[in-house]
């Protein structure tokens, strides 16, 4: 009896405590909640148009479907010398800055401002980096498949050279697709984007001034596809690119809940954001 009596008063606490968790869940106080505006920019003079998104940041806590008012934004973009002033149609989604009207100059500095008639500011700079001769290559190795002495398919294994500029701190990104034609095909050209690398941003740290060599993701050429390329893009990005895409990388790699939260990294004062530059060097090669 006494057993049965201890047994019931443990279950009575586990259920209370229980509830008390509950209820003290419930009472939690969020931290407050400071609008900021959200600042999305990038400049390069290989852009046709530079387009600069801005809004304002969404709530971590509470109601997260809560939109706060920026007001009507005036927005100016300087070089230093040269300054133009963005009216709303610039700023819209589908808008931007066309390059005959603010050309974007390798080596200069642009400074970017936000300012709206309810209250918010936000300021940010870039410089856009030299360009460089990095000499880029492609190299690739076919494997060929074959079934009763006939090829019934090639698999290509490409590789991406380039050279880095020896004594200047460099940050790289490197893009590649797929470009597939086929008469057959009501989407042609076809555009598939393939891997490049272990990571595709780097910099060139420890391995100043040497000879780059990344593999792509492999591919297949077949008796159905008319023609096949492949397009690479180098890009020289600031160290500001570089910072931004490597935060967000161990942002989205946070799998333990006990680690410490880790911020992207954001170069807008006043705001929230990345504000950045790159050159762009790129290379076609035929595959068929």
Same mark, same amino acid.
């Given at each position: 009896m006494?057993?049965?009596?201890?047994t019931?008063i443990?279950?009575?606490?586990?259920?209370?405590?229980?509830?008390?968790?509950e209820?003290?869940?419930?009472?939690i &106080?969020?931290?407050?909640?400071?609008?900021?505006?959200?600042?999305?920019?990038?400049?390069?003079?290989?852009?046709?148009?530079?387009?600069i998104i801005?809004?304002?940041?969404?709530?971590?806590?509470?109601?997260?479907?809560?939109?706060?008012?920026?007001?009507h934004?005036t927005?100016?973009?300087?070089?230093?010398?040269?300054?133009?002033?963005l009216?709303?149609?610039?700023? $819209?989604y589908?808008g931007?800055?066309?390059?005959?009207?603010f050309?974007i100059?390798?080596?200069?500095?642009?400074?970017?401002?936000v300012?709206?008639d309810?209250?918010?500011?936000?300021e940010a700079s870039?410089?856009?980096?030299?360009r460089? %001769?990095f000499?880029?290559?492609?190299?690739?190795?076919?494997? =060929?498949?074959?079934?009763?002495?006939?090829?019934v398919?090639?698999?290509?294994?490409?590789?991406?050279?380039?050279?880095?500029?020896?004594g200047?701190? %460099?940050?790289y990104m490197v893009?590649?697709?797929e470009?597939?034609?086929?008469?057959?095909?009501?989407q042609?050209?076809?555009?598939?984007p393939l891997h490049?690398?272990e990571?595709?941003?780097?910099?060139? &740290?420890?391995?100043?001034?040497l000879?780059?060599k990344l593999?792509?993701?492999?591919?297949?050429?077949?008796?159905m596809?008319?023609?096949?390329f492949?397009k690479i893009?180098l890009l020289?990005?600031?160290?500001?690119?570089?910072d931004?895409?490597?935060?967000v990388d =161990?942002?989205?790699?946070?799998?333990?809940?006990?680690?410490?939260?880790?911020?992207?990294?954001?170069?807008i004062?006043?705001?929230?954001?990345?504000?950045a530059?790159y050159?762009?060097? $790129?290379?076609?090669f035929?595959?068929?």
């Open positions: 006494k057993r049965t009596s201890y019931f443990v279950s009575v606490l586990a259920i209370l405590t229980f509830f008390s968790c209820k003290e869940v419930n009472n &106080k969020y931290p407050e909640y400071k609008p900021k505006l959200d600042i999305s920019g990038y400049l390069s003079p290989d852009n046709l148009m530079t387009k801005f809004s304002m940041n969404l709530r971590n806590y509470g109601n997260q479907w809560q939109f706060d008012d920026m007001g934004p927005v100016t973009l300087s070089d230093g010398t040269n300054l133009i002033v009216d709303s149609a610039q700023m $819209s589908r931007g800055i066309k390059r005959s009207d050309p100059e390798e080596g200069k500095t642009y400074t970017l401002e300012t709206t309810k209250g918010f500011n936000a870039c410089t856009v980096p030299f460089g %001769n000499n880029l290559e492609i190299d690739t190795t076919l494997r =060929k498949y074959i079934y009763e002495d006939s090829i398919n090639i698999s290509v294994q490409p590789d991406f050279y380039f050279t880095d500029i020896k200047v701190d %460099n940050y893009l590649c697709e470009i597939r034609y086929n008469s057959d095909r009501t042609s050209p076809y555009f598939n490049v690398g990571k595709a941003y780097f910099s060139d &740290k420890d391995r100043d001034g000879r780059y593999p792509i993701e492999s591919t297949g050429l077949s008796d596809t008319d023609s096949c492949l893009y020289n990005t600031d160290k500001v690119y570089y931004y895409k490597k935060s =161990k942002y989205n790699s946070g799998e333990d809940p006990f680690t410490e939260p880790s911020p992207v990294y954001s170069n004062s006043g705001g929230l954001g990345i504000f530059a050159t762009v060097d $790129s290379l076609i035929r595959l068929k």
